[in-house]
């Protein structure tokens, strides 16, 4: 309780609610949940029941109970270490060293923050604002989607968020992936992180922060064609489509394009346009733009382009990681086969859905594809 009375019931509230969100859910440990914060109890409970239902398993309490106690004693004795070496390596090191990689789902992240690691001493951050793995996102209020206008308010729980993060105070086994090593970490320069859901913040992010930001667009119907395959969409309806009550304020025709969504492939579609569009409509020379595509089709001159933003020597490997798939790629698909990396949506896709991905696309905004392999760079 506080020493001093709250000056009215509008601060009492505020105050309380700060306390809970920013104390209660993300930092204090909990013995009931086996010295776990209630944020990551919750985020662990939700993966085991996500776990469930790509297994088919039965969602009892004793089922629940054996995956969760499992993933916590996992994960306890890592995140521990992991958490005392960020809090005492952010004492020193300089945020402006972190470099920041944004994509959309299936997207291509995955192999760029691959060839962004071959930079020594350098180590990936892995999808911090996904809500299923990396739960202090939840607790510090953002959602699956989230924008924030170049010019928005942006609550200061959030921008904490980010200044934690960039430095390296919130570390995890979730994060890392359980990639860091003892040599990673006695090399350590700095951090790379890596956002499948960010784009529509990307803009913000620069102004706020200004670190240095590359921003990787693929074909939409690469994008929606490797979704479908890789399953992980399945659950995708219209009804479950979120759409940020800002983004509908600044760019009233997006809500005109959702109306218009029916198919599964076009609530996919629509995903990735509203995704892409943001940061398409505020380009900015703060940030490298660049394709999947032109890493596939010339990816020793899109190197060159990247590491020149950077102002980085290209890494001896760089070159190397070009051709290797990333963890990330999908069993049976053509990067797997060795086969054409671009074209393997036109074997996946009907005409008929290929011109419904298209048309949600182009209804968006986001005009630089069309149906053929390589992007239209000067409509962008």
Not at 158 to 184: A, H, I, N, W
Request: proline share 4%; hydrophobic share 40%.
């Amino acid at each position: 309780m506080p020493t001093v009375p709250w000056s009215s019931f509008s601060e009492a509230k505020s105050k309380i609610a700060r306390y809970i969100t920013g104390y209660y859910n993300i930092v204090r440990p909990f013995t009931f949940n086996d010295g776990l914060t209630p944020a990551e109890a919750e985020a662990i409970f939700e993966s085991c029941l996500l776990t469930c239902e790509q297994n088919k398993l039965t969602t009892s309490p004793v089922t629940l109970g054996v995956l969760m106690k499992n993933k916590i004693h996992q994960s306890r004795p890592v995140d521990m270490l992991l958490r005392a070496y960020g809090g005492v390596r952010a004492n020193s090191y300089d945020a402006n060293n972190t470099l920041l990689a944004f994509s959309s789902p299936r997207g291509g992240s995955t192999w760029l923050g691959e060839i962004l690691a071959t930079i020594q001493g350098y180590n990936v951050l892995w999808e911090p604002l996904h809500l299923g793995s990396h739960p202090k996102a939840k607790a510090y209020g953002f959602g699956w989607q989230s924008y924030f206008g170049q010019d928005a308010v942006v609550d200061d729980r959030k921008r904490e968020f980010f200044e934690l993060l960039f430095s390296g105070r919130l570390l995890s086994s979730s994060l890392t992936k359980y990639t860091l090593s003892v040599k990673d970490l006695a090399l350590f320069r700095g951090y790379i992180v890596k956002f499948v859901n960010a784009n529509m913040l990307l803009p913000w992010l620069s102004e706020e922060f200004g670190l240095r930001s590359i921003f990787m667009i693929r074909h939409p119907c690469a994008v929606v064609a490797s979704q479908m395959e890789f399953g992980a969409w399945s659950h995708l309806s219209k009804e479950k489509i979120s759409v940020p009550d800002k983004i509908a304020e600044d760019f009233p025709h997006i809500l005109s394009a959702f109306d218009k969504v029916t198919s599964y492939e076009e609530c996919l579609a629509f995903q990735w346009a509203v995704q892409n569009y943001v940061p398409l409509e505020n380009r900015s020379d703060k940030w490298l733009f660049t394709t999947y595509e032109e890493f596939v089709q010339d990816g020793a001159c899109q190197l060159g382009r990247l590491f020149e933003y950077l102002q980085i020597q290209v890494p001896e490997s760089a070159l190397g990681q070009l051709n290797v798939p990333s963890a990330m790629t999908a069993k049976g698909s053509n990067v797997s086969k060795g086969k054409d990396r671009l074209s393997g949506w036109r074997s996946s896709l009907s005409t008929k859905q290929i011109d419904s991905v298209l048309s949600v696309a182009h209804s968006v905004g986001v005009d630089l594809y069309t149906d053929e392999l390589m992007p239209s760079l000067a409509s962008s």
